[in-house]
């Protein structure tokens, strides 16, 4: 019930935070791209509408457009591992 909304909720939050604290602080983005880069990492396309529509600028798109490819391929192989090896 609760717990296990609690435990989805951190294990999306956690990394989300993780990676915009490395991607702000360690490679030095700008916000623009932290943002969308998340939100490709995510494979968030309503996320992205969102940014474009709240920031009025493409520039999150061209950020999306890198790390989605990447992220989609690492969730297929995660749910083929997943069901290997459980």
């Known amino acids: 019930g ?3 909304f609690v435990y989805g909720a951190l294990m999306t939050l ?10 702000s602080k360690v ?12 939100c490709g990492g995510m494979t968030s396309t309503p996320a992205l509408g969102t940014l474009i529509r709240v920031t009025e600028t493409d520039d999150v798109a061209s950020a999306y457009a890198a790390t989605y490819p990447v992220a989609l391929v690492f969730v297929v192989l995660a749910c083929q591992f997943i069901g290997i090896f459980l």
């Open 14 to 23: 956690i990394p989300m935070l993780l990676g915009y604290v490395f991607a």
């Open 27 to 38: 490679l030095k983005l700008s916000l623009f791209n932290t943002l969308g880069s998340i």
């Open 2 to 4: 609760l717990l296990l």
